[in-house]
């Protein structure tokens, strides 16, 4: 809750994290999600105890691990958490039994306690078999495995991700997301996970938590950040966006009005009043509907001309110049370069956003 901490390197002071506050519910899997530099390894660190905060609390339900005011500094290895760090290693010269054995060993429990748990861990990352194999001879995917199945051995309460997958190759690592979240599910482990990557935050997270420049600048379902952010900066994190800058109307009845660059827009109103605000109106690329024919009955109709047309296998993704904006579309026809043609946007899909001076 509210963490902070600055870096001191010499006689400079590097910000990371500020006023952080963040809620991870029981059982839940919660993702901070940000660009690299944006302190999500250093919230994560101060979590597990590996850096102390200047400032903050922290708590594992009501048990305070952490807190500057009441001089509460939890050590690391009695906070019962399970990480797994941003650059994973599995000892080489182990075998996957030992690598995954190691961390009860430091607990000293009993050697056929050990067998039990890791035999049990094992089946559940999908590796059994595998007891006796060198670290070196194992796939990326299997490394990472043995990499998790250490974090989980010794039962931790809360699990802490950083990047667990970035090492993989994409097809492994999209593999390993399902795994990793129906492993969740099925443990029920409370887990607080790190990625900078929009698509793993989206599908394995019950709630995103979107950083920038060490703080949170908003959280909430993935669903619900990707279709209805409230910052310009969730919206074109979190996807492709193209944004048309204007100042909001009035309300008119269920509509607002926008009025940009690019003409009189319209958008579906929402609790958030912008009326008379300099706003910007995003459009994801899934909602540019084009057409070579002016479309009847559409509310938002722009007319542009052909930028690019690129082929890409499920979809053809084009740019069309639209006066000063370009905007992106998803669709399933070709275009040739310079054609007139005609953008088109549901008004429930063109999301208001205000504007935000950088
Ligand atoms: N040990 C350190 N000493 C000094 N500065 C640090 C240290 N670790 C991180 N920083 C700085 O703190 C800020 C936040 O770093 P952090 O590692 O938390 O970012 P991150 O969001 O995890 O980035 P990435 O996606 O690249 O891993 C950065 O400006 C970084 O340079
Ligand atoms: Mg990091």
Redesign the pocket.
């Known amino acids: 809750m509210n963490l902070s901490k600055t870096?001191r390197?010499g006689r400079q002071a590097?910000p990371?994290?500020h006023g952080v506050t963040l809620d991870v519910p029981d059982g839940k899997i919660v993702t901070l999600l940000?660009?690299?530099?944006?302190?999500?390894?250093?919230?994560l660190r101060c979590i597990a105890g590996l850096e102390r905060p200047d400032d903050g609390e922290i708590f594992f339900d009501q048990r305070p691990l952490f807190s500057r005011a009441r001089g509460i500094a939890v050590p690391p290895e009695q906070r019962n958490v399970g990480m797994v760090f941003?650059s994973y290693a599995i000892w080489p010269h182990l075998t996957v039994f030992q690598n995954v054995a190691y961390p009860l060993q430091v607990r000293r429990l009993p050697p056929r306690q050990i067998a039990e748990r890791v035999r049990e861990v094992l089946v559940l990352v999908g590796l059994s078999g595998l007891e006796d194999r060198p670290g070196p001879y194992l796939s990326g995917g299997q490394q990472q495995r043995v990499v998790l199945a250490r974090a989980l051995v010794y039962r931790p309460e809360v699990l802490l991700l950083?990047?667990p997958l970035s090492n993989l190759d994409a097809k492994v690592r999209e593999q390993v997301r399902e795994e990793l979240r129906s492993l969740q599910r099925r443990l029920g482990i409370t887990t607080l996970y790190?990625t900078?990557d929009q698509l793993e935050a989206l599908g394995l997270s019950d709630v995103v938590a979107v950083?920038q420049a060490?703080g949170i600048v908003e959280m909430g379902s993935p669903q619900d950040l990707y279709a209805r952010p409230a910052h310009p900066f969730t919206a074109s994190f979190l996807g492709e966006i193209s944004f048309i800058s204007g100042t909001a109307a009035s309300a008119d009845g269920e509509m607002v009005e926008v009025l940009t660059s690019c003409g009189l827009l319209h958008s579906l109103r929402s609790e958030r009043s912008l009326a008379g605000k300099p706003v910007v109106a995003g459009v994801r690329p899934e909602h540019v509907r084009l057409s070579r024919d002016r479309p009847r009955d559409q509310t938002n109709v722009l007319e542009g001309t052909v930028v690019s047309s690129l082929f890409e296998g499920t979809r053809v993704k084009c740019r069309v110049a639209v006066g000063d904006v370009t905007l992106l579309a998803y669709g399933d026809e070709l275009f040739t370069l310079d054609e007139r043609l005609y953008a088109s946007i549901e008004p429930k899909h063109l999301m208001l956003l205000p504007h935000l001076a950088r």
Do not use: L
């Open positions: 870096y390197v590097i990371a994290v940000g660009p690299s530099g944006c302190g999500k390894s250093t919230t941003q950083d990047e790190v900078h950083m060490g």
